[in-house]
């Protein structure tokens, strides 16, 4: 049985479940090529992109009247509404214009002319989007602007049916985003850097570190907290070396902080001086 009512929520549905299908294969494209250098092929990728809509278009529009996303929520649209003239512009409007705004905004970036006349044409398609939006949730039909100017419409392969609710689910997300409100109110609380170290000392033995009145300091010297090439060199008085800022913010976050090497303690610390 088919009808021509379609829920606006199923019609919605069916345009984020197509910007969805298109960002996958995207990705999976982008992670067959991942091994090929840097670069290689930045050049080409409005070619890439055109191939992929193609794709998706005729393996969609062409062959069963409706997009993937509308297939998954059983809509169409009529053979009658998409004859072979229609189906040109609708490829035309789907594939072939993003494919000139890409050329036009990766390669002609000289002509300053040609970028004014493509972001006024951009904006004029926002503002016309935003218009059929608002027809669309008055009429509650063609919530795109491709079927607004081909004057198509959607139709239900399932009959009149309400789109049923699984409240099973709405009550795993209240109750998951209620978990996230009490650890996003807590957590800034807690001193991370304290617990760690009270952890640390409760699962270590600590073992008395004599203070030292020299560091040495050399090309290869990394610091004790990030591992990486010592920037502003200071110790706190054992024989590691910290960076400013990694040795300051710690102390300023924990004020019993503790070398995390030799569990060194120490409110206090000193620049290091090349002799």
């Known amino acids: 049985m088919k009808t021509n009512f ?3 929520v199923n019609q919605l549905d069916s345009i984020q479940l ?13 992670n067959i090529l991942q091994c090929l250098p840097p670069g290689l092929l ?23 009247y409706a997009t993937f996303g509308q297939q998954m929520l059983s809509i169409t649209y009529e053979r009658d509404q998409l004859p072979q003239r229609k189906l040109v512009f609708h490829y035309v409007l789907t594939a072939l214009l993003p494919y000139v705004k890409e050329c036009c ?13 493509v972001a006024i044409v951009e904006n004029a398609l926002v503002l016309c989007n935003l218009i059929n939006f608002f027809k669309f949730l008055k009429s509650g039909s063609r919530p795109s602007l491709v079927d607004c100017v081909l004057r198509i419409s959607h139709r239900s392969l399932d009959g009149a ?26 957590i800034p609380f807690i001193n991370y850097h304290s617990l760690k170290r009270k952890l640390r000392n409760a699962f270590r033995l600590e073992t008395a570190v004599q203070p030292v009145e020299k560091v040495q300091l050399s090309t290869e010297t990394r610091c004790a907290y990030c591992n990486e090439r010592v920037i502003l060199p200071h110790y706190m008085g054992c024989s590691h070396v910290f960076c400013y800022y990694c040795l300051k913010g710690n ?3 924990d004020s019993g902080y503790q070398c995390n090497v030799c569990d060194y303690q120490s409110d206090s610390f000193k620049k290091v001086v090349v002799a």
Request: net charge positive; glycine share 6%; aromatic share 12%.
């Open 6 to 8: 379609v829920p606006r």
């Open 18 to 30: 197509d910007n969805e299908i298109g960002n996958i294969l995207r990705h999976q494209v982008q």
């Open 42 to 64: 930045t050049y080409v990728q409005p070619e890439i992109n055109l191939i992929l809509n193609s794709t998706l278009w005729n393996f969609s529009i062409r062959k069963s």
């Open 105 to 117: 905004q990766f390669r002609l970036t000289g002509w300053s002319l040609l970028q004014r006349v």
């Open 161 to 186: 049916k309400r789109r049923n609710i699984g409240y099973s689910y709405m009550t795993r997300e209240l109750v998951w985003a209620g978990f996230m409100e009490l650890l996003g109110f807590t």
């Open 251 to 253: 102390q300023l976050a």
